[in-house]
């Protein structure tokens, strides 16, 4: 009974230093994470339960006793079990990784000026074309409780992803957060800079990138390159419709033919609609992965 006092009363102060934001502390940084708190909740519990178990710690023929160094051990295994489980489960619902991607929508959202109500309109289409209506509602409430807040951060929202999803993966979830970046049909030279960043933390390759921005009709500020100015030298240019293949699947136009397929099958791997996340509308990668093989196939009949 003691013992059982002693862990919710560690507990609830654990609790309450977790709670104080008045100064940075490692220490208190590494109790906020849940995989921590999740093992050392485990880890009391499971305490608990064993001391209860009488052992014969000093022979055969002695009366069992409780131990509470024996709890403690066998605390250690069965705690690790036990969070890992738990840790496991937490990770894969959809409510773990929608959140940071909703804030990197938020990142984006606001990279030029603060977000107004036509941006959260787009925002709320968009989550309903990408994530169901029920699961994007979810979001929408989380973006509208963080759409002010100043303390969000590109890498933390990275490492929670890059904690879930292998690389393909965030490779569609980055498709998203461009999607939303110039739905305007406009990239400014801030959120270009943004998505960059987002691309770098989780750890999608540049030419991936640039071939995910090159499925997007959209104005460059960078490049001053329209899209009536594109639609029009791609009809009076058979050279410039394969320079738009080429940058579809991410690479440049002196590659041969065998770094076209490489590149060909290492985008259809990603957006083939048998192999994109669960959760993920399977139209935009259907889309996406008909853009590639589109590509891939006006290249192939001219340098195949």
Not at 73 to 80: D, I
Not at 146 to 175: G, M, P, R, W, Y
Not at 205 to 215: E, Q, T
Not at 282 to 299: D, G, N, R, V
Request: hydrophobic residues 45%; proline residues 2%.
């Amino acid at each position: 009974m003691v013992l059982l006092i002693f862990s919710y009363s560690t507990l609830f102060v654990l609790s309450f230093v977790m709670s104080s934001n008045r100064q940075y502390y490692p220490f208190v940084e590494f109790l906020k994470k849940k995989t921590t708190l999740n093992y050392l909740l485990s880890f009391v519990l499971c305490v608990v339960v064993f001391y209860q178990i009488k052992y014969r710690m000093n022979g055969p023929n002695l009366p069992s006793e409780r131990s509470l160094v024996a709890a403690v051990v066998a605390a250690l295994f069965a705690s690790g079990i036990i969070s890992a489980i738990i840790t496991f489960f937490t990770l894969s619902s959809s409510s773990y990784w929608l959140k940071p991607i909703v804030e990197l929508i938020v990142l984006i959202a606001r990279a030029d000026s603060k977000i107004i109500q036509k941006d959260q309109r787009v925002i709320i289409q968009a989550l309903k074309g990408q994530f169901g209506y029920f699961r994007a509602q979810r979001a929408y409430n989380y973006f509208h409780k963080i759409k002010d807040n100043k303390e969000l951060s590109t890498s933390k929202a990275c490492a929670k992803l890059n904690q879930v999803f292998e690389a393909s993966n965030a490779i569609v979830l980055l498709d998203i957060v461009v999607k939303i970046a110039v739905s305007d049909q406009y990239l400014s030279f801030k959120e270009e800079a943004v998505i960059k960043e987002i691309a770098s933390k989780l750890r999608v390759h540049s030419s991936v990138l640039h071939s995910i921005l090159a499925r997007r009709n959209f104005i460059w500020e960078s490049k001053r390159y329209s899209r009536q100015e594109r639609t029009k030298s791609s009809t009076s240019s058979s050279s410039t419709s394969f320079s738009r293949s080429y940058e579809v699947l991410g690479i440049s136009e002196n590659s041969s033919f065998e770094e076209v397929k490489k590149a060909y099958r290492n985008l259809a791997k990603i957006y083939h609609p048998d192999k994109v996340m669960n959760g993920v509308n399977k139209a935009m990668a259907k889309k996406q992965f008909q853009a590639i093989s589109e590509a891939y196939q006006e290249l192939k009949q001219k340098l195949g």
